[in-house]
């Protein structure tokens, strides 16, 4: 008989769109796969949804607060439903971006400098030298992602709007020049390097994200092989030392400007990543030889509680 698999979408956060999308291309693959398959969309009663449909796995396409937080995580453990990704103490501590950096660096893992600050605090002073980067703490998508250029007189107006949505502590992080690349890891196992680009962005935002032609992905990363080498120890040491399981992606920088060796920082880990056609995991695993189909059924078979 087959699994009965919860395909959990949606949710409660900004990035409710592009989890809708990761949910219904899991769902399909999975159905394709031969699971029975509940798409669910997640709402404050999914405890008592959850309890009614009693499937064997809940397969998390959650993004952002209350789905990659720790806290549906949580929920899954208290009905003993087994699922997929990271556990309640790993997704609440890589949501918080300046303590996952602060664990990341304990391992050995270079990131680039950064500390938090109310949103008040910085309205009207630079709090450091320009360039830099302001990253809400709890968001994902790059939403509320502000780049402060060197000939910025001035913070971005927008943290003083009364529309800002984004929560009031904030990261601010040295601006790091240089290459976007990522790196998945499946398991216990660091996977390809990818570089990303983006054209007529100003930085791999909302848009390049998910956008048609926003981005291109080139997999594997036209880098040195000993650049290639440190990327993936630093993403699998990251995976390890914030306690994370399943499928993760790991941001970095790879500033090359001054020579093939460069500068490496990491940014942040994504303890649920993008599974949309667009998405990043889902390319640079087809390149490690995983279809999407074997990419969903190895996070199923992969699923359980305590994580």
Known sequence: MAKHVAVLMG?????????????KACAD???????????VDVDRRIAETLAELKPDVAFNALHGPFGEDGRI??????LQIPYTHSGVAASALAMNKLLAKTVAKSAGVPVARGRVMKRQAIADVHPIAPPYVIK????????????????????????????????????????????????AVMGDVALDVCEITTEGHAFYDYDSKYSDGGSVHIVPAEIPADVARKIQEWALAAHRA???????????????????????????????PGMTAV???????????????DLVRWMVEDASCER
Do not use: M
């Not at 693959?29 to 798409?39: D, F, K, P």
């Not at 000939?151 to 009364?162: C, E, F, R, V």
């Open 11 to 23: 949710g409660l956060s900004s990035e409710r769109p592009v989890s809708l999308n990761s949910g």
């Open 279 to 293: 998405s990043l995991v889902p390319d640079i695993a087809k390149q490690s030889g995983h279809s999407f189909g």
């Open 136 to 183: 809400p703490v709890a968001e994902g998508s790059s939403f509320g992602v502000l780049i402060v250029r060197e000939n910025q007189s001035h913070p971005p107006q927008s943290l003083s709007s009364p529309e800002w949505t984004f929560g009031d502590d904030l990261l601010i992080e040295e601006f790091v020049h240089g290459r976007e690349l990522t790196c």
């Open 73 to 78: 995580q949580g929920i899954l453990e208290y």
């Open 29 to 39: 693959a999975l159905e394709a796969e031969g699971y029975e398959v509940s798409r």
């Open 242 to 272: 914030i306690g994370c399981r399943g499928v993760t992606r790991s941001d970095f920088r790879y500033d090359d400007r001054f020579g093939p060796k460069g500068e490496i920082a990491w940014l942040e880990i994504n303890t649920q």
